[in-house]
């Protein structure tokens, strides 16, 4: 399957795939530590509003983790 029809085919089962950080700036104006800080709030409240969602429709949800800064997220995965 080309990538294309890949990530079709995650759509279509409503698959989500998010990378903590983001991006990063090419030109290195700011460090890694405040680009990530800077979407670490947004990123909260999307796995927020996930969850709550699917509390009401009373549907699975799956998360996968990857690294060490998904660690507050799951920390607050596990707290709500």
Not at 27 to 32: A, E, K, N, P, R
Request: proline residues 4%.
């Amino acid at each position: 399957v080309d990538p294309p029809g890949w990530f079709s085919s995650l759509l279509s089962q409503g698959v989500l795939l998010l990378n903590a950080t983001l991006t990063v700036s090419s030109d290195d104006s700011i460090t890694l530590t405040q680009h990530t800080k800077f979407w670490e709030p947004f990123m909260h409240k999307v796995v927020e509003c996930l969850l709550h969602s699917r509390a009401k429709t009373k549907e699975g949800l799956v998360f996968a983790w990857w690294g060490t800064k998904t660690d507050k997220l799951r920390r607050m995965v596990d707290q709500i």
